[in-house]
């Protein structure tokens, strides 16, 4: 099963009832308001549909894992990537307002890309891991 856990974070593949928590995320004025102007839930549940297919590496669509804090298994956000070509890959993260200020993006972040080069799939995320190879690239 693709997923890791961190010291303090439990990352999984979305699941059907992460539904409520991913359409709120989704709808939040504070979380969004730099990622996309509002969408209608029939535009967020198909954006969601797309990210319940199984994942592999390789796969053309989202990466999408629900951040739980691992000591209560309250879902604080969400954390993925996808791969745009065949040497780089666009990551991203959202978290609810009480989430955010607290390092789970970081930290959501670090193990995703130490996931992705386990995977075999990047070289680095930088630049400078291995040799300037080509890797992944932030994005907001």
């Not at 999984?12 to 990622?35: C, G, K, N, T, Y």
């Not at 959202?94 to 670090?110: D, N």
Request: negative net charge; proline residues 7%.
């Amino acid at each position: 099963m693709v997923g890791f856990t961190t010291s303090r974070l439990t990352c999984s593949p979305l699941q059907e009832q992460d539904w409520p928590f991913f359409l709120a995320l989704q709808q939040h004025p504070d979380v969004m308001r730099f990622i996309a102007e509002a969408r209608p839930e029939a535009e967020i549940r198909v954006a969601f549909d797309s990210r319940l297919t199984p994942w592999e590496p390789g796969s053309p669509h989202w990466l999408c894992l629900v951040v739980r804090d691992t000591a209560s298994q309250t879902p604080l956000g969400v954390t993925g990537y996808i791969h745009r070509e065949d040497d780089c890959a666009e990551v991203g993260f959202l978290f609810t307002p009480s989430a955010q200020g607290k390092g789970y993006g970081y930290e959501s972040l670090v193990a995703l890309l130490d996931f992705a080069f386990d995977e075999g799939k990047n070289s680095s995320a930088d630049g400078d891991r291995d040799g300037g190879q080509p890797g992944l690239a932030g994005a907001a």
